[in-house]
Structures are given as C-alpha cells and as structure tokens.
C-alpha cells in the first residue's frame, strides 16, 4: 500500500485547488483505475463533480457523485461524508482524517498554506506507522 502526498506549489492549483483533484481522477481514469474521491462536504462534492464535467473537449472522465444504483458501474466516484461507500484501490482523501481500511493507494492533497499543512504531516506519520510506502510530489 501506498500514501502519495500532493503539495500544492503551482499558480493554477493554488487559486483552484480542486483542480489539482481533477487532474489526479483525470490520471486515474485514464490509467483505468476505479478511483473514490472521499469529499469534504456534499458542496465540495458537487463542485468536484461540476469541474470534471469541464476537464476540457479532449477529456471524458465518467463520475459521478456516490449515492445510487449506478456506484458501482462508475470508474470515478465522488462520496460526501454522509454517503457510505466501499473503499476502491486508489482513494483521493480531501477529508480530515487518514483512510482507514483497505486500498491499493491514497493520494492526499496538501494545501498550500501553512497552517493547514500541520494536521498532514501527522497523517504522513500514521500512514508510515501502518507501513504504508510514503512519498511526496511537489505540484
């Protein structure tokens, strides 16, 4: 198992954070990877879900928000906290704690300010204490 941490460094990804999510689902999908995106709130679920319908002419990532018989046909699926759902091999975690349970992967988005760093590196921790491969990727 693997935790990747993405550091938001970039212009584009500083003023729309979400759209470095877009890109890691876009990767994912393309990669044909089934992917769970764990959303914050159900507001930060529809915006995921408004973004990745306007990835660009050249880009179809099939998704949706989590809720309906349809889960488990869609490779990317977008889960508000209220909606319980399976875990899938790669997680994009936006929540405030670690995934728990079991998956291939999870990728953590790490905001560019520094205060809201503190509370990652302690997930950077526990993930390593659950001997989980840990890396970084500056973005």
């Keep these: 198992m693997r935790a990747d941490f993405y550091l938001i460094a970039k212009p584009r990804f500083r003023a ?11 990767k994912a999908h ?15 679920a ?5 973004m990745l319908w306007d990835m660009g002419d050249d880009a179809y990532i099939a998704h949706q928000v989590a809720g309906d018989e ?3 046909v869609t490779p990317v699926l977008i ?3 209220e909606v319980d759902t399976p875990l899938r091999p790669l997680v994009i975690n936006l ?7 079991s998956f291939e992967r999870v990728l ?9 760093r503190e509370p990652l590196r302690e997930r950077w921790k526990q ?6 491969d840990v890396s970084k990727h500056d973005m």
Excluded at 16 to 26: D, G, N, T
Excluded at 30 to 44: F, H, I, K, N, S
């Design 127 to 132: 993930y390593k204490a659950r001997g989980l």
């Design 70 to 72: 349809e889960d488990d």
């Design 79 to 81: 889960a508000p906290p």
């Design 46 to 50: 529809e915006a995921l879900d408004e």
């Design 16 to 26: 729309e954070p979400l759209r470095l999510v877009c890109e890691l689902a876009r």
């Design 30 to 44: 393309d990669a044909g990877l089934w992917t769970l995106v764990l959303a914050r709130d159900a507001a930060q």
């Design 108 to 116: 953590e988005v790490v905001p560019a300010d520094d205060s809201a």
């Design 95 to 101: 929540r405030d704690a670690a995934v728990e349970g």
